[in-house]
């Protein structure tokens, strides 16, 4: 299958600074999306973007499907933006297949 | 988007026992999906349940272990089975909202599961 690599693993930000977290793919996906799961283990869909660039408030994600990879940005980030990021891509077999997460740790 | 709801929201259960999770959705769907989410890890499909068939299960989970029921468009059981502490995680349902946009899939607020 396809193999999912996000980086970075861990990241601790200070409130009110920028990061940008990165999902990269061994072959060509269709569908991706990007998920927030907080600390009660909720997981929010952030973004669907097969491909292109979006914007919601402080995050934005961007998805060059030709290069295997898509990347989401957090700008001045909150106390609540803390938690694991999950890229997903969508399996034919209509499932979503998860990469491995970044965890997220963003202190007041 | 569709609203998923799951009761019981945390359970903690001992060796050898069973326990069922329900999954509701407020509207009808195709298709539901089980996953498991152990510690510390990423999120692991089971089983892909369409209603009036039998769920589709993925390599390494099987019925006996899992069985699952699909009664109706809005809503689902997961049961897990003679459980061990290794079965301690979090179980989630998720659909495919397709009026919310193709491909995009929802996830109720989970089953957090310890087995002592």
């Known amino acids: 299958g396809i193999q999912v690599e996000q980086s970075p693993p861990d990241l601790i930000l200070q409130e009110g600074a920028n990061s940008t977290l990165r999902c990269n793919f061994s072959?060509?996906?269709?569908?991706l999306q990007w998920f927030h799961q907080n600390p009660w283990g909720q997981l929010i869909n952030l973004f669907y973007?097969?491909?292109g660039t979006k914007q919601n408030g402080r995050l934005s994600a961007t998805t060059v499907a030709t290069e295997r990879y898509s990347l989401l940005y957090i700008s001045s980030s909150q106390t609540t933006d803390s938690g694991v990021y999950f890229c997903?891509?969508?399996?034919?077999?209509?499932?979503?297949?998860f990469g491995p997460g970044t965890r997220l740790s963003v202190l007041p | 988007s569709a609203v998923i709801s799951q009761k019981p929201s945390r359970d903690i259960c001992q060796r050898g026992t069973s326990l069922t999770i329900q999954c509701q959705v407020d509207?009808?769907?195709?298709?539901m999906f089980w996953y498991r989410q152990q510690p510390g890890q990423s999120l692991t499909l089971i089983a892909t349940?369409?209603?009036?068939?039998?769920?589709?299960?993925e390599s390494g989970f099987v019925i006996d272990k899992f069985p699952i029921s699909r009664p109706n468009l809005t809503f689902s059981t997961l049961t897990v089975s003679n459980m061990s502490p290794e079965d301690s995680s979090i179980y989630l349902c998720s659909v495919e909202d397709q009026l919310a946009g193709p491909y995009e899939q929802y996830f109720g607020p989970g089953t957090r599961l310890t087995v002592t």
């Open positions: 973007i097969p491909s």
């Open positions: 349940a369409n209603q009036g068939s039998e769920a589709t299960y």
């Open positions: 072959d060509s996906v269709n569908n």
């Open positions: 509207s009808q769907v195709t298709m």
């Open positions: 997903a891509y969508y399996n034919y077999g209509q499932n979503f297949v």
